[in-house]
């Protein structure tokens, strides 16, 4: 059950990033007509903060899957992660479209973006900020926890055997966390370094850093790939035992 509630979290979170890369593929440059420009900047806007939002719920999960052992998400749990990582972002967007719906124009670089610098700070880079404080102090807990070396023998209360068990068992747990740790903070610095090389594209470096956003968005998809099924173990298993089914069904059916 908890492998199925990650996938799901994981779904949504590649759901996010397509959908803000679609719109910076066909839709950043596209400023006329006016009101189809603030539509796709919005969009564009609550895309992002979406995609960061579901990284915070993955590192919740993992906080979560280390601390309770026997933890098991219900339903419940993930349709109050659906609410809070595809809601939350709405809440500034909203409030931009409502107030100040102008300043989704940049009129400056013919682009669909956030062209006023207290909308921008305040309704963007704050909640990333936030998102990647977040997701930093919960990757320190679960390290924390995980190279916390396990007291169930403590005082010698253990046979050897015993011991042994449970120091293999603490072990490949720690390994499977520092597997999916690394996979999340690999992704939390990717979508951090591309939005930080978008911030920069100013001044006489403004080509050199509009270069290293174009390529680090560019590499979003094909290092989540990488990360949730390439270098799966459970992914790689299932993988295997479907083509074995499809290879035997094959073989059955030319030899009949």
């Known amino acids: 059950m908890r492998h199925h509630t990650l996938n799901l979290v994981r779904l949504q979170l590649c759901i996010a990033l397509i959908l803000s890369n679609i719109v910076i593929v066909f839709g950043l440059r596209s400023t006329e007509p006016r009101p189809l420009c603030q539509a796709l900047a919005a969009l564009l806007h609550y895309a992002i903060l979406a995609s960061f939002a579901w990284m915070a719920v993955e590192a ?49 670089r013919e682009a669909c973006w956030i062209s006023d610098r207290s909308v921008f700070f305040a309704g963007f880079i704050a909640p990333l900020s936030v998102v990647l404080l977040f997701n930093c102090l919960v990757f320190g807990l679960v390290l924390k926890i995980v190279f916390r070396p396990s ?10 055997v015993k011991a042994k068990a449970i120091a293999e068992a603490f072990t490949a747990r720690r390994r499977r966390v520092i597997r999916r740790i690394r996979s999340a903070v690999l992704i939390v610095s990717t979508l951090g370094l591309t939005w930080i090389f978008g911030l920069l594209q100013i001044g006489h470096f403004r080509v050199v850093f509009a270069y290293a956003f174009t390529v680090s968005t560019s590499i979003q998809g094909v290092l989540v790939f990488l990360l949730y099924c390439v270098f799966n173990n459970r992914f790689r298993k299932t993988l295997q035992a479907h083509m074995e089914k499809v290879r035997r069904k094959s073989s059955s059916t030319n030899s009949s």
């Open 151 to 160: 007291d169930s023998c403590a005082g010698g209360s253990c046979s050897k």
């Open 60 to 108: 919740a999960f993992m906080y979560k899957y280390i601390v309770c052992v026997f933890w098991k998400p219900t339903k419940a749990f993930f349709f109050f992660c659906l609410l809070f990582a595809w809601g939350i972002p709405a809440l500034p967007v909203a409030v931009v479209l409502v107030i100040i719906p102008s300043s989704y124009v940049w009129e400056e």
